[in-house]
């Protein structure tokens, strides 16, 4: 138990569904995160967000749409995917930005058909 | 960005003592060194992090040189569980961690 919490644990989708990934953090962190991780791949930084603002975005399409209504909370919606998208969805919290300490959830498997 | 480099794989028995090696040749002075762990569908989870010489927990020890260029995780008497993925990471002050490819290590009885 990491204090970061992700549901669902596993979400298969269709190319025309929409769906939200949620992140939940119980450790009063300032910064929060997503990242993917697809098969046999090292984990790719998605987002970024410090005290609820979006800090980092790298080059993410737009198909992904992140939320953070607050400090504890994180959201990842996702709209018309591709198959390719499939992968594990990890979200991870930190005291703040610059803390090279992150606690990762569990991870959300989606797969795309 | 500091870049690292970590053996793709290494392979181990249990009780046997791993060491870890990671060169980040262009490690800047505020950079800070951070390991992480990996089990298959997992979230990594942190180890250890350091900034130079020493640094000891109860899962593992780290060792920075003089020079930073490099630095070397030790795990100590593992066990079949310590097999996982290993990160090497340098921490650029400000900016999110990026994850490499990581070394696989595998522990066999």
């Known amino acids: 138990e990491t204090g970061v919490t992700q549901t669902p644990r596993h979400l298969v989708m269709g190319m025309t569904n929409k769906k939200s990934l949620k992140c939940e953090q119980h450790?009063?962190?300032?910064?929060m995160y997503w990242y993917k991780q697809s098969a046999k791949k090292p984990l790719e930084l998605m987002f970024v967000y410090s005290l609820e603002e979006r800090v980092e975005n790298n080059s993410v399409p737009s198909r992904f749409s992140p939320e953070c209504p607050n400090s504890s909370h994180l959201f990842l919606h996702l709209h018309t995917l591709q198959p390719e998208d499939s992968a594990l969805y990890l979200c991870?919290?930190?005291?703040?930005?610059?803390?090279?300490?992150?606690?990762f959830g569990e991870g959300s498997r989606l797969t795309v058909l | 960005l500091a870049k690292t480099t970590q053996p793709i794989s290494m392979d181990s028995y249990e009780g046997q003592e791993v060491n870890i090696t990671c060169s980040h040749n262009?490690?800047?002075?505020?950079?800070?060194i951070t390991w992480y762990q990996q089990f298959p569908s997992q979230g990594p989870r942190f180890i250890i992090q350091?900034?130079?010489t020493k640094v000891t927990n109860e899962v593992a020890s780290l060792f920075i040189p003089a020079d930073r260029k490099s630095s070397t995780l030790s795990l100590p008497r593992v066990s079949l569980s310590d097999t996982a993925v290993y990160y090497c990471l340098v921490n650029q002050a400000g900016t999110a961690l990026i994850f490499g490819k990581g070394t696989t290590l595998s522990v066999s009885s």
């Open positions: 991870a919290s930190s005291h703040h930005k610059a803390s090279g300490e992150l606690f």
């Open positions: 450790l009063g962190h300032n910064a």
């Open positions: 350091g900034y130079k």
């Open positions: 262009n490690i800047a002075t505020n950079d800070y």
